[in-house]
């Protein structure tokens, strides 16, 4: 079993900042990507960051610039630091990893279960 446990969010004013953080932890083999998404109200899910085992990242166009991905690998997380949020910003952010549990089988996607993330004065 694995459980993706994330924290960070709450409530911030314009033009301010947030860290979340997704720890995974279980009986875990090799972790390959992991990522950011988020639900605003209404709306689909969508990506927000994702970054490879390797380094390479992705952003949505929308964050490009105010939002960083990073992982610590040795403790199986991933981060986001957001600046200059917006309202638009608002949502459940879920976060999201690649992971497999023995050499032989391929790696599976797994979701956090989502914090909150809210931008308003």
């Known amino acids: 079993q694995v459980q993706l446990v994330e924290s960070g969010g709450g409530l911030v004013q314009p033009g301010g900042s947030l860290r979340l953080s997704c720890a995974a932890s279980?009986?875990?083999?090799?972790?390959?990507?992991m990522g950011w998404y988020r639900q605003a109200p209404g709306s689909q899910r969508e990506l927000v960051a994702t970054?490879?085992?390797?380094?390479?990242?992705k952003y949505a166009d929308s964050v490009n610039g105010r939002f960083t991905i990073s992982t610590d690998n040795a403790k199986n997380t991933v981060y986001l630091q957001m600046n200059s949020l917006k309202p638009e910003d608002t949502g459940v952010y879920y976060c999201?990893?690649?992971?497999?549990?023995?050499?032989?089988?391929?790696?599976?996607?797994?979701w956090g279960q989502g914090t909150q993330v809210t931008v308003s004065s």
């Open positions: 970054t490879t085992r390797g380094g390479s990242t």
């Open positions: 279980g009986s875990i083999f090799s972790i390959s990507d």
């Open positions: 999201n990893a690649y992971i497999r549990f023995d050499p032989v089988n391929t790696h599976r996607s797994y």
